[in-house]
């Protein structure tokens, strides 16, 4: 009945086929290419042909030899892959966990739901690297930590050459912080769908808070679960301005890496011109990201019904 | 077979009563019409259990309340703690003993900032760059939206689930050639250049577009065949019809966008190499990060509390819009 009008809706779609072919599409097909060049120079766009040893590079298996030295580089490999791996298993449990419980809660009461609601979501409309600049205060040698625990001042937890393991607590504990309110809107979103039904089901059969919030809740949430896992996943392969605000810097001393991660290798390559190898580990970043997503698909497809 | 219900229940029947009756005498004198049926569980009769049960409510109830507000206070501390630490002199947050109210209010920190942080600088090139790429944004999504949701062409499936799975590539994936492209176009030479260089990659949004379309598409189709009746064009029919009726969806679209922009840091630091080129979060993280010696925090905080303010009083009066446009992310999922 309504007749093609091809050559109309092209004309409407010129604007993001233009841009999205310059800045998306080119650039994936141009990254992954620049990846296997040896020593590419992006200012002349000049290189000496394929190989396959920015990868090697990257992950510290290939050396560079440099006037006739063998060098291994290692912070991608001894940093950047330590931290990714504690970020994820550290910050992905425990702010789901704790956003779920802070979303049943919300979902159970009556009064000041509103104001509790609104109070959780403020993390989400702050600037990460203003609020890293907060806990960095708050981690302060001198600062609030300290004193709530009554731990001995000075005691550096992101600064001074802080022991890498202190300044990934306060990383921690401030993108728990920072993730909350995203994943209790998206717990509370789906509480809220929940048929009643169920609930008053439970309550026949009179049974305990606990036992329906593991028989009823996790399962009838298991959709959005799933979902925020696998974006917090995603996410936390990606740190970069958390890290940024809260040490201005990929470490805990100048010129220290101890706290590096993927995504601060990639921009520092466009910095030291390498960029060849930053696309290297842009596109081993990708093919994590990508079996994450894929896995999602797979398992939301078979998995995740009740 | 006959089912005895007396047997059943354990009950008596009337002869077995009666012989009961005759054997113990004593219980003769006993009127079972004036008892009740008293149902025990668990060694409390039912009474009891309501009330317990009422008792465990309102525990329960108060145990939620205490967890909400403990965690409440924890997020809203490191808020607290910013603006105090604003108003604090420098011994006074070096000091071991923390003080949870500042003993002198330094008033003058919040002057003294502006010395050191270039506000004006950095919220007009911020406003600029935010404003002009959220305008952009905003006119691509609604075509592609209309394209996608209204209009009937060769490959628009295959082009939708081709931008759609753009989303799944991380930014980190396009960045490097992003950067050798605009500095091939020569835009880092300058001001205009730098600029355009923040704000035309990023007027399109796959996900704006996807939401935008959901939107169009719940439009009843017979309002556009009332408007073709009345002879208008699908122009006509996009701007007087379509874009009002979407208007929260664009709003939640605008404030998300704008917020956007004030947040982004990483690709404007690679950009922006000169100071007055910066936008605001790249401005606040490099004013204080070269200080030799003591850090100033009290400095940094106030210049912390000047890039908040704006986005919370965004949150404040657009909070629905804001929570809706957020929220509506995870439904796909």
Same mark, same amino acid.
């Given at each position: ?52 040893? &920015? ?5 510290? *298996? ?44 919300? &979902? ?10 609104? #109070? ?74 929940? =048929? ?8 026949? =059969? ?18 959005? #679960?799933?979902? *925020?896992? *696998?974006?917090?996943? #995603? ?20 010129? &220290? &890496? ?30 994590? *990201? ?17 | ?60 109830? @108060? ?16 808020? !607290? ?71 009937? %062409?060769?490959?628009?499936?295959? %082009? ?8 799944? @590539? ?8 992003? !950067? ?26 796959? %996900? ?15 309002? !556009? ?27 939640? @679209? ?25 936008? @605001? ?53």
């Amino acid at each position: 009945m309504e007749k093609k009008n091809n050559w109309k809706a092209w004309l409407y779609l010129a604007p993001v086929v233009i841009l999205t072919g310059i800045f998306i599409f080119y650039p994936l097909v141009n990254t992954i290419g620049i990846a296997f060049l040896k020593n590419y120079r992006y200012l002349t766009g000049t290189s000496e042909g394929f190989t396959l040893d &920015n990868f090697g590079y990257v992950l510290g *298996i290939v050396p560079r030899v440099y006037q006739g030295i063998e060098l291994y580089y290692t912070d991608v490999i001894k940093f950047a892959v330590p931290n990714t791996l504690i970020i994820v298993f550290v910050t992905v449990p425990l702010s789901i966990t704790i956003s779920l419980l802070i979303a049943v809660s919300l &979902n159970s009461i009556k009064w000041f739901k509103k104001i509790f609601q609104t #109070i959780f979501f403020i993390p989400y409309v702050t600037n990460a690297i203003a609020v890293g600049m907060v806990f960095a205060v708050i981690f302060d040698g001198f600062g609030l930590w300290n004193f709530l625990f009554g731990l001995v001042m000075p005691t550096y937890w992101v600064d001074m050459g802080a022991d890498p393991s202190k300044a990934m607590f306060a990383l921690c504990v401030y993108i728990i912080w920072h993730s909350l309110p995203y994943k209790i809107l998206i717990f509370l979103s789906g509480l809220q769908n929940i =048929d009643k039904q169920y609930y008053d089901a439970a309550k026949v =059969d009179s049974a305990s808070r606990f036992k329906t919030f593991t028989s009823i809740t996790v399962p009838l949430l298991s959709p959005q #679960i799933f979902y *925020i896992m *696998i974006t917090s996943f #995603i996410g936390a392969f990606k740190e970069y301005s958390s890290v940024m605000g809260l040490l201005g810097k990929s470490g805990t001393a100048p010129g &220290n &890496n101890n706290m590096y991660t993927v995504v601060f290798y990639i921009y520092d390559s466009i910095d030291n011109g390498n960029v060849h190898l930053g696309a290297a580990a842009a596109v081993l970043l990708f093919l994590v *990201i990508l079996s994450f997503t894929g896995i999602q698909f797979w398992i939301s497809k078979k998995r995740v019904h009740y | 077979m006959k089912l005895d219900i007396h047997k059943l229940l354990h009950l008596k029947t009337r002869s077995e009563k009666n012989e009961a009756r005759r054997l113990r005498p004593e219980y003769k004198s006993i009127d079972t019409r004036s008892m009740t049926l008293v149902i025990k569980e668990g060694g409390l009769s039912a009474t009891q259990l309501e009330k317990l049960q009422k008792v465990m409510k309102a525990i329960s109830m @108060i145990l939620i309340y205490a967890f909400l507000l403990v965690m409440a206070i924890i997020v809203l501390v490191p808020f !607290y703690w910013m603006i105090i630490t604003s108003l604090k002199t420098n011994t006074e947050i070096r000091a071991s003993q923390q003080t949870f109210w500042p003993e002198i209010v330094m008033w003058s920190n919040y002057v003294d900032v502006f010395d050191r942080f270039d506000f004006a600088t950095y919220l007009t090139n911020t406003l600029i760059v935010g404003v002009i790429s959220t305008l952009g944004t905003l006119v691509t999504t609604i075509f592609a939206a209309f394209a996608f949701a209204r209009l009937q %062409f060769k490959g628009k499936a295959t %082009f939708f689930a081709l931008l759609l799975a753009t989303m799944m @590539i991380p930014g980190e994936m396009m960045v490097i050639t992003n !950067y050798i492209t605009v500095s091939n176009f020569g835009w880092l030479s300058n001001q205009l250049g730098v600029f355009t260089a923040m704000i035309v990659p990023f007027w399109v949004s796959v %996900f704006y577009i996807y939401l935008l379309r959901q939107n169009f598409l719940q439009i009843p189709n017979e309002l !556009y065949l009332a408007s073709k009746v009345d002879g208008k064009t699908d122009w006509s029919y996009l701007w007087n019809v379509m874009v009002p009726l979407s208007m929260p969806t664009l709003i939640s @679209i605008f404030i998300l966008k704008l917020m956007g922009a004030w947040n982004s840091y990483v690709w404007p630091n690679l950009v922006a190499d000169k100071q007055e080129y910066r936008l @605001i979060t790249n401005g606040l993280r490099s004013s204080f990060s070269t200080t030799a010696g003591e850090p100033e925090y009290g400095l940094q905080m106030a210049a912390t509390v000047l890039v908040t303010v704006p986005l919370l009083l965004l949150f404040i009066f657009f909070r629905k819009y804001i929570m809706k446009g957020v929220g509506r992310a995870g439904i796909k999922g």
